[in-house]
Structures are given as structure tokens and as C-alpha cells.
T-cell receptor, first 115, second 114 residues
Framework: DAGVIQSPRHEVTEMGQEVTLRCKPI?????LFWYRQTMMRGLELLIY????????DSGMPEDRFSAKMPNASFSTLKIQPSEPRDSAVYFC?????????????FGPGTRLLVL | GQSLEQPSEVTAVEGAIVQINCTYQ??????LSWYQQHDGGAPTFLSY????GLEETGRFSSFLSRSDSYGYLLLQELQMKDSASYFC???????????????FGKGTHLIIQP
């Protein structure tokens, strides 16, 4: 079975540009999470969805960040405009219904570099 | 809010046993999880403790004591492939009775020496 799919795997962009990260959760999973990982701050939860509805976006750092989940099989995380401090690895994770949401399945991540 | 403390680095010898500790401060949570992450890879779920006590999964075991706000991950028969970072994580109960996403510790880098 396919795991969580993220695209692109690597993104290099210039400051001020819009960046869109994409995620396809595992089929049948009803919770989706976006995390950001940096050396300084570690692994941080940005936002998560349950049944396509945003539940907690308190981790979204600024209004420049937005996330959507238009259907059960797709989510986007958008940064507009991007800044060098947004450089990080962005992970998407999903978890199935009926299990503790502690069991999360992570995608391979998108490595973002903002110049 | 939550905070989790774990050692930044632990070194052990191949074939030995190592314990990675995690202490936390949180007001009500569902349980303690452990994730493994190899360099350049994604976090992978290892173990979950919803109740106090020991959970065993092959060479890995995890323990939780809510009264002590403490947990640990125990790795036995260490192999070189176990060299990775290990994260403890909690999911806090929100004020509405629902659940927030995971809060991770900063991770423990485990170095295995031959």
C-alpha cells in the first residue's frame, strides 16, 4: 500500500515567492497533520484536520501560512510570501479512524529552502 | 501547554541495552508515544503508552508513569541500524474534551558504536 505522498520533495525558491506544498494521506485515514522540522525548533505541529475540517491551527506561525483540505485525499500548505526563516522540512502525516491519533504515519517530507 | 525533556544525545555499544528517558509537563494527556527518525528520513511510529506500565514490541519497550510524569524507551540487542533520533511525544486533551495534535520532544540522537 502507498504511504503518505508529499510533493515536491525538494523546493528552492526566492524570498517573496509563493510556495505550495501538497499531501495525499493514506487512503481511509481521516486525520491529517502538517508539521515543520528545523534544527532550532525541532518538530512542530502547524495544523491538523479531522474529516477534512481544520481542528487546531494554533501552530501556524503567521498569516502568511494557510492550509486547506478540500477532500479526504488531498491537502495543501501554502506560504505566501515566503521568507528565508521558513526554510525547513515540512512533513505531512495521517492517522486512521478507530486508533489513537498518536499512531501517525509520516510522509517523506518536503525540504524547503527560501533564499 | 506541554513541554517534554529528553537527552540530546546517548551513546551505546552494539549488542547492548540503552534507555532513553522523557519527562514531561502537561495538563492532561492521552498517552506517550515514541517515534524514530533516521537522518534525512521521516519519523516512524515505534510505540505508544496510554496506560502506566510497560509495553513491549520486539526489541523495543516503552514505559509510562503518569504519577512521575516520566516515560522511557528501552532498546535491547542494539544494532547499528538503530542509530537514529528518537522522539517522545504527547497529545494533550484540549479544553473542549477533544484532542490536539502531537507535541514532540527535541529528540535524542542515539549513537551506536561497534
Amino acid at each position: 500500500d502507498a504511504g503518505v505522498i508529499q510533493s515536491p520533495r525538494h523546493e528552492v525558491t526566492e524570498m517573496g515567492q509563493e510556495v505550495t506544498l501538497r499531501c495525499k494521506p493514506i487512503s481511509g485515514h481521516n486525520s491529517l497533520f502538517w508539521y515543520r522540522q528545523t534544527m532550532m525548533r525541532g518538530l512542530e505541529l502547524l495544523i491538523y484536520f479531522n474529516n477534512n475540517v481544520p481542528i487546531d491551527d494554533s501552530g501556524m506561525p503567521e498569516d502568511r501560512f494557510s492550509a486547506k483540505m478540500p477532500n479526504a485525499s488531498f491537502s495543501t500548505l501554502k506560504i505566501q510570501p515566503s521568507e528565508p526563516r521558513d526554510s525547513a522540512v515540512y512533513f505531512c502525516a495521517s492517522s486512521p479512524p478507530g486508533q489513537a491519533e498518536e499512531t501517525q504515519y509520516f510522509g517523506p517530507g518536503t525540504r524547503l529552502l527560501v533564499l | 501547554g506541554q513541554s517534554l525533556e529528553q537527552p540530546s544525545e546517548v551513546t551505546a555499544v552494539e549488542g547492548a541495552i540503552v534507555q532513553i528517558n522523557c519527562t514531561y509537563q502537561t495538563s492532561g494527556f492521552y498517552g506517550l508515544s515514541w517515534y524514530q527518525q533516521h537522518d534525512g528520513g521521516a519519523p516512524t511510529f515505534l510505540s505508544y503508552n496510554g496506560l502506566d506500565g510497560l509495553e513491549e514490541t520486539g526489541r523495543f519497550s516503552s514505559f509510562l508513569s503518569r504519577s512521575d510524569s516520566y516515560g522511557y524507551l528501552l532498546l535491547q540487542e542494539l544494532q547499528m541500524k538503530d542509530s537514529a533520533s528518537y522522539f517522545c511525544a504527547v497529545r494533550e486533551c484540549d479544553s473542549g474534551g477533544g484532542a490536539d495534535g502531537l507535541t514532540f520532544g527535541k529528540g535524542t540522537h542515539l549513537i551506536i558504536q561497534p
